[in-house]
């Protein structure tokens, strides 16, 4: 989960996500909207008697902000928070598992702020059957090939992996950056991600006000999103004076065609 | 407003209840259903740059709980949170204005917990407008009779109050009971009341539960009503397990006909 707003229990109930699949917590900064569903959040889990360990990565304020709260509700607590610092002004990678890996995209708000950059590690390549079966490769070999190794056949002969390999499904990624200012520097680090979320408070004619207030404009974030040349771009985090999406959809549409408005309870497969 | 549970601003604002018209707020007891929603509801305040004091009545734990975190968005505030530590286990007057006194109600559940009373001030008598126009009373004076006051005419003559003055209006009071475990020493501060809200955890079959958790059946809060002789009941706080609400309602009006369940965004006109 990225960020942790007032009434994120509430909607992950309205939306039937499993409460169990949650085991990590990625919260960008220290605003109240990015972080006050947490300490509802977090006792549910122990009136629910959940055992598995819950991570939760933020500025090392978060712990202390909480601390009190938590306490209060937690004594005997069937689980364990963990708490990871991250210095939100350093680009490094945060958490790993089997599969992914989470780095941190340091972004520039009025407080410390990042996003995240979730990364699919290499996977391995696809045989290629009608090859491997044309050389009778033993099953036992097949996972070697699978990452990448060659096949020596009893009588010695040697067949390169590409021979007998198709290439891997590509990895996916998908970069979060919400809230900052217009910032160019964070390009080189999403190019060409999969999908990328990016905040736009404003619309174009409030840019003075996106500058004071360190966000971004729709026109802006297409223009990240373009210079990126990422693969689709969802903006949200709107401003409340916008009740029509209209106007924020036209302006980055007029830059990057492949934007979409994030939406309550929308999901999107990469 | 009573308690404040996580996404309270947001049922406001689905509510369309005005933000400006609240000044205090009451809570019960530091169960997180009953304040996660304080801080996203204070920080709000702050963002729309509210002037007037906000009163906060709470058991003192209270704001230790919640200090840090109102300090890390509060630099420079544009108005003033003030805390007012109540004792729920006493029966004490903790507000007053105008028109309106506000009492504690002591209850017994895990933790300290108190309910409340709002009970209007005695309100001024009504004009019996033909007797006072009768007997010519001057303007001037009619404050004065309405407070109780008898009218001496320029001849010396002295006329009752009671010749010139209908009742007045009676005064309206509303108990809010949550959370406590059957507790009939609440009766005579809460008798004939117009509006009672109980708590009604659970139903009769799981008394032996509600006496564990420090709750109360549906069929023990119509008793408290109807003990109590109130004027109407409102249960809540229902258990997440009744899904539906027709075993708690046929239980409760059973023993008091008079018995609503509460739902989200529900009104009652006093």
Same sequence: chains 1, 2.
Wanted: glycine share 4%; aromatic share 10%; hydrophobic share 35%.
């Amino acid at each position: 989960m990225i960020d942790c707003g007032e009434g994120t229990q509430l909607q992950m109930r309205k939306n039937r996500i499993k409460f169990s699949r949650l085991n990590h917590i990625f919260i960008s900064h220290l605003h109240g909207d990015h972080y006050f569903g947490l300490p509802g959040l977090l006792s549910t889990y122990g009136m629910m008697k959940r055992t598995a360990q819950l991570h939760i990565y933020a500025h090392k304020d978060l712990e202390i902000l909480l601390k009190d709260i938590i306490l209060s509700f937690s004594k005997n607590s069937s689980y364990e928070i963990l708490f990871h610092t991250i210095d939100p002004n350093k680009k490094e990678l945060i958490c790993e598992d089997r599969s992914i890996k989470v780095y941190t995209i340091p972004l520039k708000h009025r407080i410390p702020c990042c996003g995240f950059l979730f990364e699919e590690k290499e996977r391995p390549l696809h045989l290629n059957k009608p090859m491997t079966d044309y050389y009778k490769v033993p099953l036992y070999q097949l996972n070697l090939i699978k990452n990448g190794a060659d096949y020596t056949k009893p009588d010695g002969e040697v067949i390169e992996n590409k021979k007998l390999t198709l290439p891997a499904t590509p990895i996916r990624r998908y970069a979060y950056c919400s809230d900052t200012i217009y910032l160019e520097k964070i390009i080189p680090q999403i190019e060409q991600v999969d999908l990328l979320f990016h905040e736009a408070t404003f619309a174009e004619e409030e840019s003075a006000r996106a500058k004071e207030t360190f966000h971004t404009t729709a026109k802006q974030a297409a223009t990240i999103a373009w210079k990126a040349k990422v693969k689709k771009l969802i903006i949200g985090h709107f401003s409340a004076r916008y009740t029509e999406d209209t106007l924020l959809k036209t302006e980055a549409t007029s830059i990057f065609n492949e934007t979409s408005l994030a939406n309550e309870g929308d999901s999107y497969e990469i």
